[in-house]
């Protein structure tokens, strides 16, 4: 009798943590401002700002481990430096406007600490399907003819239509319901990979975005 009250005080003591900490699917959304930092691009552009919009999926996996797929809408803008050649008769001028999805696959761990706040940390790979990508040119004024302004597609000049991040975040949630957090991505391919042999420019995406959100 002893032996079988301990079994099922040890059975209650397992399954009470798991049924406090593991709770059903949820939706989330989420907006974030974003940084990007272009590294390998430093001759070409400075760092970029830009935002990014959508919804997640809280999945419990295991007590407190979590998988958080989501789709996202994301923007961003990185200024090109001042008088950077394009070719002959062009510079680049403003911007590298960049929009695209960003599909995050994040895996993550939740703790409590009181009643109504929790925090996690989260990693995973991150996908960016780019839409697109564009940017203005500057006519070179010293050419014996006069130009006119352009808009180039950057797809056409080694901007890819797929780039991956690994991603890390920090987040806070209180009441169970609203969202806080801090996100970086750390680039794993390249954005843009143009020049020859001799020059050969790799552009990577960095990014630190703060984050809002709300889970259902």
Known sequence: MKTELLLAAAAFAVC???ATAQTGPSLGVRASMELTAPSGGGDYYKLGAGVTVGVVADLPLYRRVYFEPGVLFTYSAMTAKDLVTFN???YYQGAANLYGIRVPLN????FDLTDNLSMSVATGPWLNFNISARQKLLPNFAAPDPLPNRT???FDHGWKRVDAQWGFSL?????????VGITGGVAFTPLASFGNKDKKIRIHRNTVAISLGYNF
């Open 16 to 18: 009470v943590p798991m």
């Open 88 to 90: 002959d008769e062009y």
């Open 107 to 110: 895996f993550g761990y939740d």
């Open 152 to 154: 180039i597609n950057l």
């Open 171 to 179: 987040n806070f949630r209180f009441a169970q319901s609203y969202y």
